[in-house]
């Protein structure tokens, strides 16, 4: 079993910075992607951002520019760096996982989530 921890939501007002993070840990072999999603009250969970075990990544086109996402590998860690932030940002956000447990069996897991508001 494969847990994740969020940290780093918060109130903000619009123009503001900030960082999320995401722990991995339990029963961990490999860590394939690591990303965070996030959804907006009457709205579909959406995905913000992704990153592989070598680095590469994708965003969403609404935060292209403003949001980084990094791993750290040996701590099993993702972060999510939010810059310039809207009141359209505003969303629980979700971390998400897949990879292969000590025993090489696929998993995938969500953490809890996370509120981010941005007044305006």
């Known amino acids: 079993q494969v847990q994740l921890v969020e940290s780093g939501g918060g109130l903000v007002q619009a123009g503001g910075s900030l960082r999320l993070s995401c722990a991995a840990s339990?029963?961990?072999?490999?860590?394939?992607?690591m990303g965070w999603y996030r959804q907006a009250p009457g709205k579909q969970r959406e995905l913000v951002a992704t990153?592989?075990?070598?680095?590469?990544?994708n965003y969403a086109d609404s935060v292209k520019g403003r949001f980084t996402i990094s791993r750290d590998n040996a701590k099993n860690t993702v972060y999510l760096q939010m810059n310039s932030l809207k009141p359209e940002d505003t969303a629980v956000y979700y971390c998400n996982t897949d990879g292969r447990t000590r025993s090489h069996s696929p998993f995938g897991s969500w953490g809890q989530g996370t509120q981010v508001t941005v007044s305006s």
């Open positions: 339990g029963n961990i072999f490999f860590i394939n992607v």
């Open positions: 990153i592989t075990s070598s680095g590469y990544t």
